[in-house]
């Protein structure tokens, strides 16, 4: 279940946790790019919501794609640093391979 509020709040709602640890979350689940690759799509018109953690997230996740909010989801599981996470459908892996081949749905 995703909440509306920012993409911080999402990931942290009692703000437990620091930038460091969300942005870690972020890389593991490929919703960001690793450290060493470059930051600079932060400035251009379509650049990556998810580099900003005060960026909007409607409630329920609409303003997100299906595949993105699977993610998301992951990545709050990764900072409470949860031990078990069960996944009901094998969309996810389809949605990594397409971001991985650069196209988006």
Not at 20 to 26: F, H
Not at 64 to 77: D, F, I, N, R, T
């Amino acid at each position: 279940m995703i909440l509306s509020g920012t993409l911080r709040s999402t990931l942290d709602v009692f703000n437990e946790y620091n930038d460091k640890e969300i942005y870690e979350a972020l890389r593991r689940v490929h919703l960001i790019p690793a450290e060493d690759a470059a930051e600079e799509e932060n400035d251009t018109v379509n650049a990556n919501v998810f580099w900003n953690l005060d960026s909007n997230v409607s409630e329920g996740g609409e303003n997100l794609s299906a595949g993105e909010k699977q993610l998301l989801c992951m990545a709050w599981a990764i900072v409470k640093r949860t031990k078990v996470l069960v996944m009901d459908e094998v969309g996810i892996f389809v949605y990594l391979i397409t971001m991985t081949n650069g196209a988006r749905y």
